[in-house]
């Protein structure tokens, strides 16, 4: 390891540490007033914004990435707008530091308050999304913790300008200037490094593949949040809706086929088969998409083109124009299937049964389960969280889109009048 990386990134986590400390006791007028600035510098400096993330896109188109891919790091006038308005939604919402979750008095006259309080310092380790940069920093500075932020490769223009734009802002404010820090250089060195500073950095939250997520958790001494791979599924159930079922089947998976919350699997009763499928099918293929179906669903399609689905098609996240097609029987045979190959992240039953579907919801083992409804709402800017710092599919200690709450731990302030046994 180089001295020089090791050295640097050892400086961030003392900043954002000191950082940290310092934003614990600021107010909720400063952190929203900080909010505020970052929102009204990225909407002054779209031109800078879209010049440096077409560096990005040219980049990734010369690389070779899917269009699937290449979209996840386009930052549009629109997108641009949404992390603006994102943050200004945050300034919306009640600051949750200081909160009380619980107040009890105990015989002895000692009363106790179970109190939100922040973190400290979250490292975000993330792949692609530039609006990440926006997003996460937006969610520290309200939860009153420091953000070391580390993006991938792919984004390395678009998320230097947008930090760049962060520290601008905060310049003006009253927050620690280094409240919000991206490590400067995607040298897998400097990751390495980071994920051994526990003395100062309390908690890792990385967003990427498969491949990311695996590497963070194996290798960090700092506890680690988990936004796993989202192997997304969506059940047709008899008796379904045909036109809910048309519309948002095709739109879950063709909508936008590269983020997490899209789906990757249709499983299909097969009373469906003949009646609904067809048409999807359809509309999947004219979309451009490439179909991994079972036998029974292959037959129903006809003559579209279909390639075999394998429990390695079903297990996996395309990210893509891609999806697995599984015929079933049931309700419970359904709930089987997706507690094998779904990844804990989002599920959906369309079904106009009330029983069928306070079961799924019940026994489908994720993190978001929904009734005649989009996987593609689990989202934090959706859940009315503001945006999300991640979808967690662990269980400890947050679990689905990651807002305010999420950045929080608590602590007990007791208070007494001079016990002492």
């Not at 400086?11 to 940290?20: D, F, V």
């Not at 308050?113 to 997003?135: A, C, L, W």
């Not at 993006?151 to 200037?177: D, F, M, Q």
């Not at 124009?321 to 997706?338: M, N, P, Q």
């Amino acid at each position: 390891m180089s001295d020089d990386i090791y050295s640097d990134i050892r400086h961030i986590a003392e900043k954002a540490r000191n950082a940290s400390r310092a934003l614990s006791a600021t107010s909720t007028e400063q952190k929203n007033d900080a909010l505020l600035k970052i929102s009204r510098e990225l909407e002054s400096n779209r031109k800078i914004l879209t010049e440096e993330n077409e560096k990005d896109l040219q980049a990734a188109k010369e690389n070779g990435l899917s269009e699937a891919m290449i979209d996840r790091l386009r930052l549009t006038h629109e997108r641009i707008d949404s992390m603006a308005k994102g943050l200004r939604q945050l300034i919306e919402l009640p600051d949750p530091v200081g909160k009380t979750i619980e107040e009890k008095k105990r015989p002895n006259g000692l009363t106790i308050h179970k109190v939100r309080t922040p973190i400290g310092v979250v490292g975000i380790i993330y792949e692609s999304r530039p609006n990440v940069t926006i997003d996460c920093a937006g969610l520290c500075l309200k939860s009153g913790n420091a953000a070391i932020l580390r993006g991938g490769k792919e984004a390395v223009h678009s998320n230097r300008a947008l930090s760049s734009i962060i520290s601008t802002a905060l310049k003006t404010t009253e927050l620690p200037e280094y409240a919000v820090q991206l490590i400067p250089t995607t040298n897998r060195e400097a990751l390495n490094h980071l994920l051994t500073l526990d003395e100062y950095v309390h908690c890792i939250i990385p967003r990427g593949g498969e491949g990311l997520i695996r590497f963070v958790a194996e290798n960090s001494r700092i506890p680690v949040i988990k936004h796993y791979k989202g192997v997304c599924n969506l059940y047709l159930d008899e008796g379904c809706d045909p036109k809910m079922a048309q519309e948002i089947a095709v739109s879950a998976k063709c909508g936008r086929p590269g983020v997490c919350n899209a789906i990757e699997n249709l499983i299909v009763h097969q009373s469906n088969l003949s009646t609904l499928l067809p048409e999807i099918g359809k509309e999947l293929v004219a979309k451009g998409c490439t179909i991994f179906a079972d036998d029974l669903a292959t037959r129903a399609l006809g003559d579209m083109p279909v390639e075999k689905a394998t429990d390695s098609e079903y297990a996996e996240e395309f990210l893509d124009l891609r999806i697995s097609i599984k015929t079933v029987g049931s309700v419970e045979e359904a709930i089987g299937f997706i507690n094998q190959f779904g990844s804990g992240h989002s599920e959906s039953i369309l079904t106009s049964s009330k029983d069928r579907a306070e079961k799924f919801q019940r026994e489908v083992d994720a993190s978001s389960v929904y009734w005649n409804a989009s996987t593609r709402f689990t989202d934090g800017f959706e859940f009315g969280l503001g945006a999300e710092i991640g979808i967690s599919t662990d269980r400890l200690h947050a679990r689905g889109p990651m807002g305010l709450e999420e950045l929080c731990t608590f602590k007990f302030i007791i208070q007494g009048d001079g016990q002492w046994k």
